[in-house]
């Protein structure tokens, strides 16, 4: 879909929102219910809280069949959550962490007041969750750990006074999607409540692998959590929950989107797509084969038609996690206690050439554990001073390991043919090696007057052998494993208050205070083995052939870290009116620093030249492993009104933040993403929400974002394949970013919801539903190639459902993406394509297309 064809729909929208508005002025009779929230650790309305959040009910989720995070992001306007091959992205206001399991998330996740800092756990599905909170921009205070671009805050649905429950099943065929949700909760004794909630969803996928002729990807997921609630005096109470969950996936909804001839100077290459490459029969030279590639013809399937071409790939995730929450009323002080153990982990093999044919793969796993504790004293409201104060610590542990795997013959002879086409130059040999392969390292004067001559001529001719050793390259890298281990150990303590004055009745002045002091270790090691035996290989050839094709070299490295910082907030209210409330925030917030877990390389410059021959050229890389924190100063100002005698609400943001020292993982246009800190950035846009009863039975929501991203300061971007680089380090090509936008960056992006209600009998209940969700275009690119420019587009969501109100039964019909749009939600280049085989191309993570289900709820009261 077009951006003009885009902004013309999403005008046609508002002209129709306008009419019932003005219908609805004279019309309107109902009053909106409140909404709570707790975005300031107080429940508190809405409408009075000083900052741009987003709230969605657990109701809206089910109903919507939002499951994760990744769903979340339509209902929500510069909230953007995305997996990758080897990663999790997700941002707010186009500020994320980007790809590394080093990283902890610049936009803090936060489950029942416990950190959910690391990015494979967006990954997990939703569960009979209250509500979901997105605080928009810097969250330093209240939200301390790192959310530096805001905070998505969980809130567990608690058992209550009342024994109920509900068993949901959701089926949809085209995906062959099944979901089962059941809750019971009520009072297991006068003073504790239970809440048992299970999830079951399993989903065949939406993309179909050629290769293994197979649907993908295959989702199994199951959660348990139970929640007990003591209300041990009047003044005390303790929530005690457990939970654990498992959430596998076989295969990706990732396939090959673009495949462009190669340009390479090797004649068995040039002209051929990657695909076409690899799916070869056979290269010759004279009479001797030099490599034979067979792989599966699903290869050829270059384009993007939700057809992949893979071998398989997995993800496999374990989690658990115990939270005590304990309250305790002294006089009219709240002094909360919340202590967090939290742990999982992941098994996962990426198919990291994104094709059928056998090339390479990746295989990582990651374990992760973490202890918390937090205290807060929070003071009762009302009087002319009011504070939350609190004290925070954190202790976690990480470790990470991961390889490629090079496990056919597949490369290797590729490699061995441009080693022959390039005279050797991946990994040359003296003229003669008696321990070389029967072609290896043969010249014409070591063949003359023997029987081999004749057989030989026709390669001195081409001035092949003469070269070098045939072959070399592949030869050393036939069953290749690039072993790496990470480790990651974090202390974090930190003291906040935030006090407000109420200045008169109508003003109120908020300051806040956080200092944090962090201790980090780390360390990082790679080196080359052979995966057949698990040996470690020796030095020699190998680390020439490794740099010049992976950009990896051998390492062991290891450093601590420990500092602190002291974040400010100011923030000033005024209620203009009864329905009026305006606000203005300067805050300044910091991410720490830490250790990269993905670099191929060490951050110095170490120059690798082959062994045999080190007067050819050298081949330098730089890697990275140590950056530094980042710091993110930002404005905000904002107003929260409601209109129409209580019928409708708007509220409305503008902001301006500066990154400096921003924090990027750089693909480095191999294989490894080095990390560093970029230089500076800002963004600046407008939020609005809001929403309206437009009759007694019809309720309209919306919320729209426009959004401005500028890179102010970042010379070492990586180029997209084909751009000339503006500058040179030691042999690495680097991009000037400055004057460009980030990933993801929409000039706009916001969603429409209108909700029909009616009594069509005495107990039955009709009740149609439409989401509008659009976004202008955005660059699904890291390296923001043009090509990879996603339209704008709109997409629809409906749900009509008939429920009996006394009986407790509901049918409903879900239809997501009703109009079948086309979207992808990431892409990057297709590894080892171009940078050794001349052919550039892309692939892509491809959202779902068009799906209708049924839904079927029972609840008991």
């Known amino acids: 879909m077009t951006l003009k064809r885009t902004i013309s729909d999403f005008r046609l929208s508002a002209l129709a929102a306008g009419l019932l508005l003005c219908s609805a002025h004279s019309q309107a009779a109902a009053v909106l219910e409140e909404v709570i929230v707790t975005a300031t650790l107080r429940a508190e309305s809405l409408q009075d809280v000083p900052v741009s959040v987003n709230a969605v009910s657990g109701e809206k989720m089910m109903e919507a069949g939002i499951s994760k995070v990744e769903d979340l992001q339509a209902y929500v306007p510069n909230l953007t959550m995305s997996e990758t091959g080897i990663g999790t992205n997700i941002y707010i206001r186009g500020i994320g962490s980007g790809i590394n399991p080093g990283f902890e998330q610049s936009v803090g996740m936060y489950f029942d007041g416990v950190s959910y800092g690391r990015a494979q756990l967006t990954r997990a599905p939703f569960l009979d969750l209250a509500r979901v909170e997105v605080l928009r921009g810097p969250q330093n205070i209240l939200f301390g750990k790192n959310s530096i671009a805001g905070a998505l805050s969980l809130i567990s649905a608690r058992p209550g006074q009342e024994f109920e429950g509900l068993v949901s099943g959701t089926f949809e065929a085209e995906t062959n999607e099944r979901v089962l949700d059941f809750v019971v909760s009520g009072p297991l004794t006068d003073n504790i409540g239970g809440r048992l909630a299970i999830r079951k969803r399993e989903i065949d996928g939406h993309m179909e692998n050629l290769t293994l002729n197979r649907d993908e990807p295959q989702r199994d997921e199951q959660t348990i959590r139970a929640m007990f609630v003591w209300d041990a ?29 190669s340009t390479s100077d090797t004649a068995a290459f040039n002209g051929r797509t990657y695909g076409q490459i690899l799916d070869f029969t056979e290269i010759n030279v004279g009479p001797v084969n030099l490599v034979t590639v067979d792989a599966d013809s699903s290869v050829l399937n270059n384009f993007q038609d939700y057809k992949r071409s893979s071998n398989g790939d997995y993800s496999y995730n374990d989690t658990h996690n115990v939270t005590l929450n304990v309250d305790y009323v002294w006089g009219d002080h709240t002094f909360t206690f919340i202590t967090g153990v939290l742990g999982y982990k992941t098994s996962e093999l990426c198919d990291c050439d994104f094709t059928g044919a056998s090339v390479f793969s990746v295989a990582a796993e990651e374990e992760y554990n973490q202890f918390s504790q937090e205290f807060r004293w929070v003071s009762p409201v009302g009087e002319t001073f009011e504070f939350i104060a609190g004290a925070f610590f954190q202790h976690s542990e990480l470790d990470f390991f991961d390889s490629i795997r090079v496990e056919s013959d597949i490369l290797p002879q590729l490699l061995n043919a441009a080693d022959i086409q390039e005279g050797g130059a991946r990994g040359e040999r003296p003229p003669f090696d008696a321990t070389g392969g029967p072609f290896d390292n043969v010249t014409q004067a070591q063949v003359a007057g023997t029987p081999l001559a004749a057989l030989f001529q026709p390669l001195f001719d081409a001035g092949v052998l003469e070269l070098g050793g045939i072959g070399d390259a592949g030869d050393e890298i036939v069953n290749l494993g690039t072993p790496r281990d990470f480790s990651s150990t974090t202390d974090l303590i930190s003291g906040f208050v935030q006090a407000t004055w109420n200045v008169t009745d109508l003003t109120r002045a908020t300051l806040g205070l956080r200092y944090s002091y962090e201790e980090k270790e780390g360390s990082r090691s790679l080196s080359f083995s052979d995966i057949t035996t698990g040996e470690i290989r020796a030095e020699g050839e190998i680390d020439t052939v490794v740099a010049k094709n992976f950009s990896a070299e051998r390492h062991n490295l290891s450093g601590s870290r420990k500092g602190g910082n002291l974040a400010p907030s100011l923030n000033i209210q005024h209620d203009w009116s009864d329905d009026v409330m305006m606000y203005a925030t300067a805050s300044i917030g910091y991410k720490s620093g830490g250790y990269d877990a993905r670099s191929n390389a060490s951050p110095e410059a170490n120059v690798i030249r082959p ?17 530094d924190e980042e710091q ?54 407008i939020e609005l929400d809001g929403r309206m009863a437009l009759t007694e039975n019809l309720m309209m929501t919306g919320a729209l974002a426009f959004l401005d991203f500028e890179f102010t300061d970042f010379e070492n971007g990586q180029c997209y394949q084909g751009q000339t680089p ?38 039955l209940e009709f009740r149609g539903g439409a989401d509008f969700v659009f976004t202008g275009a955005y660059n699904s690119s890291q390296n923001l190639d043009p090509s990879q420019e996603q339209d704008a587009y709109i997409k629809t969501n409906l749900r009509f459902s008939l429920a009996d109100v006394t009986a407790g039964w509901e049918a409903a019909l879900l239809v997501k993406n009703a109009t079948d749009e086309t979207t992808i939600s990431y892409s990057n280049d297709t590894p080892l394509a171009n940078s050794i085989f001349g052919a550039a191309g892309h692939y892509g993570f491809v959202e779902a297309p068009r799906t209708i289900a049924l839904q079927a709820t029972y609840r008991w009261y």
């Open 233 to 261: 005096t009047a003044d005390l109470t303790a929530a005690l929950k457990f939970e654990v969950g498992q959430f596998d996936v076989n295969g990706r909804q990732i396939e090959i989107i673009n495949d462009q001839a």
């Open 726 to 763: 503006d500058y040179i380090v030691e042999g690495n090509p680097f991009c000037d970013y400055k004057g460009k936008t980030n990933q993801y960056v929409a000039d706009y992006s916001g969603n429409m919801t209108f909700v029909y209600t009616t009594m069509v009998s005495k107990d």
């Open 632 to 685: 993110a100063t930002s404005l905000e100002a904002g107003a929260k009104t409601t209109l129409l005698d209580g019928a409708a609400e708007l509220n409305i943001a503008a902001f301006y933040t500066q990154y400096d020292d921003l924090q990027v993982s750089i693909f480095d246009g191999t294989l490894g993403f080095n990390v560093g800190n970029a230089g500076a950035a800002t963004t600046m846009g």
């Open 611 to 627: 062994l045999q021959n080190p007067d050819s050229d050298p081949i330098v890389l730089v890697g990275s492993f140590e950056y």
